[in-house]
T-cell receptor, first 115, second 112 residues
Framework: GAGVSQTPSNKVTEKGKYVELRCDPI?????LYWYRQSLGQGPEFLIY????????DSGLPNDRFFAVRPEGSVSTLKIQRTERGDSAVYLC?????????????FGPGTRLTVT | RKEVEQDPGPFNVPEGATVAFNCTYS??????FFWYRQDCRKEPKLLMS???SGNEDGRFTAQLNRASQYISLLIRDSKLSDSATYLC?????????????FGQGTELSVKP
């Protein structure tokens, strides 16, 4: 079956611009996660959705970052007033549910470069 | 100090070698433990879960020591295809939404 998909695969933007990154999880997965991976580091948790609601957004670095999942499927990560430090690979993952421990399946990521 | 710490590597080993990776975690409330594999410019993929009793999957053996808060991964008879970054991962608990906490990863390069 189809895995997690993310678009775009690459995004180059200028400092100060607004960007949206999209994640399409595996069908039927109710839990969706966003992570950010900087060069040479492991992924860092940003936000977790169970259904439509953000169950844990403790990893969002500041109020320039926001994510939505209005229908409990596709999610969009939104970054306002981008900064060069936002450059990273943004990974999305989904799992059957967020309760208990289920394998998370990752998408290929969106490589964001802020110039 | 990071919550999950790993040997930074890189580890450069010949084919057929045995290589061991170590990982420590600082939060004693950590509940579940995993090793993920990440190929260059690809997404992480689950390699194996780690249990207190230890578990083996072919050439891979994972061990967990809760008292020492230490996790290990042993790869026997290394193959060229094992070259990747290995990420040590923990979760904080069944009711924590399953968010994964990653170490920085250890790079393995297996040479002919």
């Amino acid at each position: 079956g189809a895995g997690v998909s993310q678009t775009p695969s690459n995004k180059v933007t200028e400092k100060g611009k607004y960007v949206e990154l999209r994640c399409d999880p595996i069908s039927g997965h109710t839990a969706l996660y966003w992570y950010r991976q900087s060069l040479g580091q492991g992924p860092e948790f940003l936000i977790y959705f169970q259904g439509t609601g953000a169950a844990d957004d403790s990893g969002l670095p500041n109020d320039r970052f926001f994510a939505v999942r209005p229908e409990g499927s596709v999610s969009t990560l939104k970054i306002q007033r981008t900064e060069r430090g936002d450059s990273a690979v943004y990974l999305c993952a989904s799992s059957l549910t967020g309760t208990g421990v289920y394998e998370q399946y990752f998408g290929p990521g969106t490589r964001l470069t802020v110039t | 100090r990071k919550e999950v710490e790993q040997d930074p590597g890189p580890f450069n080993v010949p084919e057929g070698a045995t290589v061991a990776f170590n990982c420590t975690y600082s939060n004693s409330a950590s509940q579940s433990f995993f090793w993920y594999r990440q190929d260059c410019r690809k997404e992480p993929k689950l390699l194996m879960s780690v249990y207190s009793s230890g578990n083996e999957d072919g050439r891979f053996t994972a061990q967990l020591n809760r008292a020492s808060q230490y996790i290990s991964l042993l790869i026997r008879d290394s193959k060229l295809s094992d070259s990747a970054t290995y990420l040590c991962v923990v979760t904080r608990g069944y009711n924590q939404g399953g968010k994964l906490i990653f170490g920085q990863g250890t790079e393995l390069s297996v040479k002919p």
